[in-house]
């Protein structure tokens, strides 16, 4: 499925560095967002974005930085990371932020931070 | 407190039999549920909603108890491939709530 795609896969970073995480979704939805799931944990919703305007933002630390320039694109900006942010990002979108329809994730970035 | 509880498994069970997850939700204003698939080191796929009179896919049922506030996943005449992560999801407004999931491998 090719609905939600996010680059890179693998991201390997250290401390001082700063980069950005990509997302683009080709269906049409309205809503998208970022999570981050760790091992052993439940996912965990970072950022929400309903129609480009961000409705939630998960008390995530500002070393993460997302940017929504239209409905079909979402970015994620990393600087100075911690060793514990090492996981997989994933991004989602869905029909609208309100309606009651599922989640499409993307591949998801493994980040590994050292 | 998890707003959805899953037990973990792992579930082993060999190829055609039986298998059924339960899934219990704390947020009694959730208004639609999931279940979704996920494979190792790779994305969460949705295998199937939820609705209120149950629902079928082929080999798989999902149930859904409102007044319990419990989902479940049945699994008929298993296969290899089903052998995954499966993900139980509630849903209020822009709030997806996962649960940690369950593990299910199944044997040849």
């Known amino acids: 499925e090719t609905g939600v795609t996010q680059t890179p896969r693998h991201l390997v970073m250290g401390m001082t560095n700063k980069k950005s995480l990509k997302c683009e979704q080709h269906l049409g939805h309205n809503a998208m967002y970022w999570y981050k799931q760790s091992a052993k944990k439940p996912l965990e919703l970072m950022f929400v974005?309903?129609?480009?305007?961000?409705?939630e933002n998960n008390s995530v630390p500002s070393r993460f930085s997302p940017e929504c320039p239209n409905s079909s694109h979402l970015f994620l900006h990393l600087h100075t990371l911690q060793p514990e942010d090492s996981a997989l990002y994933l991004c989602a979108s869905s029909i609208t932020a309100t309606e009651n329809s599922p989640l499409h994730f993307g591949n998801g970035t493994r980040l590994t931070v050292t | 407190r998890k707003e959805v509880e899953q037990d973990p498994g792992p579930f082993n069970v060999p190829e055609g039999a039986t298998v059924a997850f339960n899934c219990t939700y704390s947020n009694s204003a959730s208004q639609s549920f999931f279940w979704y698939r996920q494979d190792c080191r790779k994305e969460p796929k949705l295998l199937m909603s939820?609705?209120?009179s149950g629902n079928e896919d082929g080999r798989f049922t999902a149930q859904l108890n409102r007044a319990s506030q419990y989902i479940s996943l049945l699994i008929r005449d298993s296969k290899l491939s089903d052998s995954a992560t499966y993900l139980c999801v509630a849903r209020e407004g822009n709030q997806f709530y996962f649960g940690t999931g369950t593990s299910l491998t199944v044997i040849p």
């Open positions: 939820v609705y209120s």
């Open positions: 974005y309903n129609f480009k305007e961000q409705t």
